[in-house]
């Protein structure tokens, strides 16, 4: 939370603000008319942009503080947010970061649900988009889900609020918070709306920043999404790309590429890109599809369409994009798998989960069987160990009563002949 700390009446205030903008505002104080006050000062705080450096944020405080006390707040406020949003030509360097420091403090002033809010984040975003000052932007979108709640926006204004967020997001190079934001305004759309212009745009630009991306592999979020699905009628080659992207294999996307060699170069999607991430995705789609835990070099090296001393690299690069896990046999020639991921999880992957559920229940019944017959074994074992060692126990017991009584019968015997 940020605070402004001023001291004085609203008339001396407002006076001092006037003088130092050269403002006439007398009679309207003497009138006791703020609201027309301000709408002179707010009015000649654009020249504050030109202002010295080191004055900017006290007298801009100051002109918050003092607008802050009208009943009328928000009228003023988004004059004040479109100033702040042009250059600062005072102060080249450090102009944005000022800039942004009083928006913050406005942002902070106001009550959370008051609907100014929201402008002056959208007063924030553009500072950053243009300043590239995104880091000082992430911790407090965390925040955002509370906000478009606080805020109450509709449908429309959340998707416009996205759509900028991932503009500020891509244009600071931050492409994967970019995408997020894409999505969610993608999910903004009602059923009516699915093959709108501005839906079918959003959808292009998603599919695209996933197709191209190096570190998305993963394309549920988007076949799962009914504005990407409706991009089927118009935009056919598309969905057929996701469609290859999304569940076949390298030679699939080979005939896609022969035969769409101009289109792809027409939207500006670089097959080299594409081709690459492919046959990373082939890989993962031969690792998960083997019954056994060894896949054979030769095998990756047809699915992958290159020579076998080739596969090594592969591998390597496909456990870096975190698709698999696993370890090379340079010895045997195979890569021991440890791990794999489903690009796609539907009928054919339930099957083969069912397969190797009942072929791991056959192990462990086998397992089981075998554990006990080898207790019944040991029990048996046991059992005859113990018989045995009752057995001489008992016959033992019997040689020592036998001795006694001879003994005592020679005692007698000698006690006689005495």
Same mark, same amino acid.
């Given at each position: ?6 001291e004085?009446?609203f008339?001396d ?5 006037a003088?130092?903008l050269h403002?006439e505002?007398?009679d309207?104080?003497?009138a006791?008319?703020?609201d027309e006050?301000l709408k ?7 020249g504050?942009?030109?202002y ?5 944020t ?5 002109l918050?503080?003092l607008?802050?006390?009208s009943?009328s707040v928000n009228?003023f ?6 100033n702040?949003s042009?250059?600062?030509t005072s102060?080249p ?6 800039a942004?420091n009083?928006l ?5 002033l ?5 609907e100014?809010?929201s402008n002056?984040f959208?007063a924030i975003l ?13 911790p407090?979108l965390?925040?955002?889900?509370t906000w478009?709640?606080e805020w109450d926006l509709?449908?429309?204004?959340q998707r ?7 503009d ?11 995408y997020?934001?894409?999505?969610k305004a993608?999910?903004?759309?009602e059923?009516?709306e699915?093959s709108?212009k501005?839906a079918?745009d959003?959808s ?9 991306s190096?570190t ?11 504005t990407?699905q #409706?991009l089927s009628d118009?935009? /056919?080659e598309?969905?057929e790309l996701? *469609?290859?992207?999304s +569940?076949? =294999? @390298?030679e699939d996307?080979n005939?896609f590429?022969d ?5 792809l170069?027409?939207e500006g ?12 995705l ?11 835990k060894e ?7 047809k699915?992958l369409?290159i ?10 690069d ?5 698709l698999?896990?696993g370890k090379?046999s340079?010895?045997?020639q195979?890569?021991?798998?440890h791990?794999?991921?489903?690009r796609?999880?539907g009928?054919?992957?339930?099957r083969e989960?069912?397969?190797?559920l009942d072929?791991?229940r056959?192990?462990?019944? #086998?397992?089981?069987?075998?554990? /006990?017959r080898?207790?019944?074994q040991? *029990?048996?074992?046991? +059992?005859? =160990? @113990?018989?045995e ?10 040689m020592?009563?036998?001795r006694?009584?001879?003994g005592?019968?020679e ?5 006689g002949?005495?």
């Amino acid at each position: 939370m940020q605070y402004c700390f001023v001291e004085g009446s609203f008339a001396d205030l407002a006076r001092e603000l006037a003088e130092y903008l050269h403002v006439e505002v007398g009679d309207n104080l003497d009138a006791n008319l703020k609201d027309e006050v301000l709408k002179k000062l707010v009015t000649a705080s654009a020249g504050l942009n030109s202002y010295p450096e080191k004055e900017f944020t006290a007298a801009y405080n100051l002109l918050v503080y003092l607008v802050m006390q009208s009943p009328s707040v928000n009228m003023f406020l988004p004059r004040i947010c479109e100033n702040l949003s042009k250059p600062i030509t005072s102060a080249p360097v450090n102009g944005a970061g000022l800039a942004l420091n009083v928006l913050t403090t406005i942002f902070n002033l106001l009550q959370p649900d008051n609907e100014v809010r929201s402008n002056v984040f959208t007063a924030i975003l553009r500072l950053v988009k243009n300043s590239g000052n995104f880091e000082t932007l992430r911790p407090q979108l965390k925040k955002l889900d509370t906000w478009i709640e606080e805020w109450d926006l509709d449908e429309e204004d959340q998707r416009k609020l996205f759509g900028q967020l991932a503009d500020v997001a891509e244009e600071n190079g931050e492409q994967g918070e970019s995408y997020q934001y894409v999505l969610k305004a993608l999910r903004t759309f009602e059923s009516a709306e699915y093959s709108s212009k501005e839906a079918q745009d959003l959808s292009l630009r998603a599919l695209k920043a996933a197709l191209v991306s190096t570190t998305h592999f993963d394309f549920h979020d988007l076949t799962s999404l009914p504005t990407i699905q #409706a991009l089927s009628d118009d935009h /056919s080659e598309y969905s057929e790309l996701l *469609e290859i992207f999304s +569940e076949k =294999e @390298l030679e699939d996307y080979n005939d896609f590429r022969d035969e769409n060699e101009d289109w792809l170069e027409t939207e500006g999607l670089d097959n080299s890109v594409l081709h690459r991430k492919m046959r990373l995705l082939t890989l993962a789609s031969v690792a998960a599809s083997t019954n056994s835990k060894e896949l054979e070099y030769k095998r990756i090296a047809k699915a992958l369409q290159i020579p076998v001393e080739d596969v090594e690299m592969w591998v390597i690069d496909v456990i870096r994009a975190g698709l698999i896990e696993g370890k090379l046999s340079q010895q045997k020639q195979v890569f021991l798998i440890h791990r794999t991921t489903y690009r796609v999880f539907g009928e054919k992957q339930w099957r083969e989960v069912a397969t190797r559920l009942d072929t791991w229940r056959s192990s462990l019944r #086998a397992v089981k069987e075998v554990i /006990s017959r080898e207790r019944q074994q040991a *029990e048996a074992q046991k +059992e005859r =160990e @113990l018989h045995e060692a009752e057995r001489k126990i008992a016959g033992a017991s019997g040689m020592g009563a036998g001795r006694r009584t001879i003994g005592g019968r020679e005692n007698m015997v000698e006690m006689g002949t005495d």
